[in-house]
């Protein structure tokens, strides 16, 4: 095929083709393979020099030579579109997600509200407080069996006694959503209490002490107030805004409470998460109110529930759960000074705990 | 500077005469020539640097063909035919990429090259063919073939690249990989 046979053999294979079509045929279609074959190989040869000589090319300054620039521009901005596009779509991403992971949705709201229900959340700092108190607790009273709750409560508050059976009234927002309750007096002792009645509309919840250790308190020293009291009234709070009982002191700002709602006094007396549901007291030893809560974005704006309310709570409670529940009519403490008022009136507060 | 002067855009018929010698140095001329306008007429018309690439080279082995068989008459500049074909090629790429509304903006006078077009396409598929085979060859199949049929080498050159015992061996080898290349080019033709 390659002209590589001699003339002899040329010539004998030339004849054989004119006599055998078959075999002719077959030696043409045979050939013309080989030049697709060849052609191929030529093309394959011409591409590879052309990339070659591409490559040396500046491509660049070609086009800058043949391209106006606000093409080229243009050109740039199709194709990096979308890149652009997905990178404003990311950044917008994560600003929200950061945002959002911040809180910064859900306080807006509460910013906007503005009114901080005080409920402390025990940190891990406190519990570790609160578990070497509890063994130190079991300590001393070795031999008796404590029933206090070995574990540590997630949430605490205030309380103080309604009587001196073991009828505890602290906020709704305290002991809302709890497994269970304890109520731990100064001298550190749990007991356990049951949640009687819960009344959201006006925050107020009464709890009962379950706890066979419980025994009953020596005396209430004060009464409830059920008329409202005036602008500028001294009172004072004993709660639980940590894990050792703190007095606020200071007077009623205002007649009504945050945004105006009238079931609540605004007082000056800085209070924190924990001091929810404590007792407000006015000089003469009247409990006037229930410590609820506080305002975020303005100082030293704190609210309590009058005494007025806590008293309709539990008029309006149902008779089964309040079968011991009648209030102290005798004011032990009118005449007795601020610190006197002050060591009568820790006994019956009360840390709640929630778990 | 004054070489480029010199080597700018080679005459017509220097180009004709540099293809059938087989010269890179007219196909460098050429290629350094046109390439720029074809470049221009892509891009502006939505293409990118590649396409142009992948249009220009393609165009070259239209020429190159059409210049080989023998039946090239050039009645216009040669400049045009590369751009009208060209032109062509690109309209129907950006057909089948539906990236245009189906009009091109123009910077050159066009040509009718519609027959040149189609032949091309022919070709186009049969080398894809082959090349397709050879590849399914494998080795050393596809080499030897590569060796005797394009590079041209003699059986004694293969023979010592591949080890073979002699000549003949080689031989036998390769028309063994001949055939089954034969059957694999015609069986999906």
Redo the contacts between chains.
Sequence with gaps: MNGEMSGEELAAFEALRKTDPALDQEIVSHQAFLNTLQEYGSRHKLISEMNAIHEGLNIDAIKSDVIPTSTIIRILWNKYRMNAAVAASVAILAVFATLFSTGFFSRTNALNSGYNALRREMKEVDRKIQRSKNEVIRDIKSGSVKKGPAKVSQYAGTGFALTTSGYIVTNNHVVEGADSVYVQSINGESYKVKTVYKDPKYDIAILQITDDSFSSLKSLPYTFKKSSSNLGEFVYTIGFPRDNYVLGNGYVSSETGFEGDTIQYQIDIPVNGGNSGGPLLDSKGNIIGVISGKQDNADGASFAIKSKYLLKVIDDMPYKDKKELTLNKKNLLSGLSRTDQIDKVRDCVFMVKVY | MSRDIKRSEPTDSEVILGILNGS?DT??RL??AY???I??MV??NNGT?DDA?DIF?ES??VL?DKVKSGNFELNSKLKTFIYSVCRRLWLKRLKQLSRNSGSIKDFEDVLPVEPDLERHEE?DR??RQ??ES?NKLGEPCKTI??DF???NRSMQEICAKFGYTNADNAKNQKYKCLQR??KM?FQTF
């Design positions: 890179t196909l460098e290629y350094k390439f720029p306008m470049l221009q891009v502006m640097d690439k080279q070259v082995i190159y070709k049969q080398f082959m090349e050879l073939i590569e049929y394009i590079n290349l034969k080019f």
